[in-house]
């Protein structure tokens, strides 16, 4: 069985920084793309970062820069640093794996007050 479950989001104010944290079991972690992707109230599901089994990373523009996309296969997590907070990154973020299908977390809330 499958599970991702993310931690360490909440509220802080514009400007601050957070570290979201997503541990995965029942997956060979480190074959897996992560990503983090997020929905902010009443609009689309985005992505926000992804890094692959090779380190590589891709960010959405509007957080390049300010968030930091990493990955620990020793612990089966993958990391999404968040600084430079601001209003508009207020959303539920979920972390997903992906290789032959994509499996997603429950999410986490991220608010940022300004």
């Known amino acids: 069985q499958v599970q991702l479950v993310e931690s360490g989001g909440g509220l802080v104010q514009a400007g601050g920084s957070l570290r979201l944290s997503c541990a995965a079991s029942?997956?060979?972690?480190?074959?897996?793309?992560m990503g983090w992707y997020r929905q902010p109230p009443g609009k689309q599901r985005e992505l926000v970062a992804s890094?692959?089994?090779?380190?590589?990373?891709n960010y959405a523009d509007s957080v390049k820069g300010r968030f930091t996309i990493s990955r620990d296969n020793a612990k089966n997590t993958v990391y999404l640093q968040m600084n430079s907070l601001k209003p508009e990154d207020t959303a539920v973020y979920y972390c997903?794996?992906?290789?032959?299908?994509?499996?997603w977390g429950q999410g986490t809330q991220v608010t940022v007050s300004s």
């Open positions: 997903t794996a992906y290789l032959f299908r994509d499996y």
């Open positions: 029942g997956i060979i972690f480190s074959i897996h793309t």
């Open positions: 890094i692959t089994s090779r380190d590589t990373t």
